[in-house]
């Protein structure tokens, strides 16, 4: 449910601004944009809306979002006065603080001070079953801003600078070192 409610609050249906009330998504496009669908849902109703043609032909990408805005007002409609809220987490689900960038334990002042933004989120698991070992791509360095290295005893104080370093390759990322953000 997180998953499909970020859709809404910070994905491919936050422009619809539907923070007011819980509500939850997944939206999709078939091959060659034959096809352009989002299924959704709050706490009252489920919602499903499709576009396209009856034979395959590809769908105008500059007249593309009608169907979402359908999706979102029969949605709001069905709920009229009724609250929609967020579902109750069952008691043996627990939600655990994780990188984004390695999957594991996020670790304070480390992956939340990437210089992207902070890489945690929440994910929930099944109690006994979320990771135990801690995420092992951002790691905290001082380094001797004289020599570019890691800072050895010949650096001297005024030269030392702590900084996060990626140690992880990430595809279109400058794994450069950057400050530390407090």
């Known amino acids: ?6 859709v809404v609050t910070e994905g491919t249906l936050d422009w619809l601004r539907l923070t007011d009330e819980f509500y ?3 939206t999709g496009t078939s091959q060659n944009n034959y096809d352009k669908w989002v299924i959704g849902f709050s706490s009252n109703y489920t919602v499903g809306t499709w576009c396209g043609f009856d ?7 500059n007249r593309s979002d009608g169907y979402l805005y359908i999706w979102a007002d029969i949605l709001k409609e069905a709920d009229g006065d ?4 967020e579902p109750e987490i ?16 996020a670790v304070d002042g480390l992956c939340d001070c990437d210089p992207r933004g902070s890489r945690v989120y929440t994910d929930y698991f099944v109690k006994g079953t979320e990771p135990t070992d801690v995420c092992g791509v951002h790691m905290k360095v ?3 801003t004289d020599t570019d290295d890691i800072a050895c005893d010949n ?4 030269s030392k600078k702590t900084v996060i370093r990626i140690y992880k ?3 279109d990322y400058n794994t450069e070192e950057y400050d530390v953000v407090d």
């Open 1 to 6: 449910t997180s998953m499909m409610h970020s």
């Open 24 to 26: 939850a998504a997944k």
């Open 55 to 61: 034979y395959n032909r590809s769908y105008d990408t």
């Open 82 to 85: 009724k609250a929609s809220v």
């Open 90 to 105: 069952p008691d043996d689900i627990v939600g655990v603080e994780i990188c984004k960038d390695s999957g594991l334990l």
């Open 142 to 144: 001082t380094i001797c």
């Open 155 to 158: 650096c001297p104080d005024k």
């Open 169 to 171: 390759s990430i595809p």
